[in-house]
């Protein structure tokens, strides 16, 4: 009996038609580098733009508020960071957030007083708005992104594939419109890179959390997505999601109550370390609010 034959018009192999229009034999590393140098320059012309509150007293918009932040956690023992004292008026840009998100405030903080001690000074640097630290506060932002948010996005990218969500052949090849998209997500270049924010830290985290769920390092993924939570109180939105999952996983294994067990501690144990130094009593515990 005679094989029929294909038709002329058949679909374009998937392979092909998810190929870079330029780069139609790219290797995956060189797909990968150029996604991520678009991406990194698209962040840097975002960030010659204006922002929110510029030059608007008395507050001066979000970059005034993470660079008094900066300010509060360089100065300030972390006891008073969440407490209104004469230092710290909660009025003026109270610290809102996490631990980890002070934490990484002080860091940023440290490496700008190396240069410009001014920029976060207590108290005398309220509204300042030079051009040199606004350089180094959207130098923050952007080495932030390329330290969390682009390995986080590549891990994966690279866990979707290898997992086998994305076995088919056109997934395989169409990894590179699934990395653009992560990398280029417009509402994310815009709110960190155009208004001093640091989304990408709590958001690569999240990120990173779902690669080691694909990759089956479920412990890692409760370590990373309890940091996210601890630098951003918004990522609790993505945590029914997160512990309905994980959960269901350790009911299906041999030993459900020590798999609980052992989630139970990277959870409690992550939480420890970040909570630290409010460990001592209860009324310190409670003085970050996130209302």
Not at 14 to 30: D, F, H, K, T
Request: proline share 7%; with cysteine; hydrophobic share 45%.
């Amino acid at each position: 009996m005679a094989k029929p034959k294909k038709s002329r018009n058949s679909a374009p192999d998937p392979s092909v038609a998810a190929r870079l229009p330029w780069q139609p034999s790219a290797p995956p590393l060189a797909t990968a580098l150029l996604i991520s140098f678009a991406a990194l320059l698209l962040r840097a012309l975002v960030s010659v733009g204006p922002y929110s509150g510029q030059g608007a007293a008395p507050k001066f918009g979000d970059y005034e508020a993470q660079r008094h932040w900066m300010e509060l956690t360089l100065h300030l023992p972390s006891s008073d960071w969440y407490r209104n004292t004469s230092d710290n008026d909660l009025a003026y840009w109270g610290l809102d957030y996490p631990p980890l998100s002070a934490y990484q405030s002080r860091l940023h903080a440290r490496l700008i007083n190396a240069s410009l001690p001014d920029a976060v000074a207590l108290r005398s640097s309220r509204g300042f708005e030079s051009h040199e630290s606004k350089l180094l506060m959207r130098w923050t932002v952007l080495s932030s992104d390329l330290m969390v948010f682009f390995p986080a996005a590549l891990w994966f990218v690279w866990a979707y594939i290898k997992d086998g969500v994305g076995g088919s052949g056109e997934r395989r090849e169409g990894w590179m419109w699934l990395l653009a998209m992560v990398l280029l997500n417009p509402c994310l270049v815009l709110i960190d890179h155009g208004h001093f924010q640091y989304n990408c830290i709590s958001l690569g985290l999240t990120l990173g959390a779902i690669a080691g769920i694909l990759s089956r390092n479920e412990l890692v993924a409760a370590a990373l997505f309890s940091l996210a939570i601890n630098h951003k109180q918004m990522s609790m939105y993505f945590a029914p999601a997160f512990f309905g999952h994980l959960l269901g996983k350790c009911l299906k294994r041999k030993c459900p109550i020590v798999e609980i067990m052992k989630l139970g501690f990277v959870v409690l144990g992550t939480f420890a370390l970040v909570w630290w130094p409010y460990l001592h009593s209860y009324e310190a515990a409670m003085q970050w609010s996130p209302y």
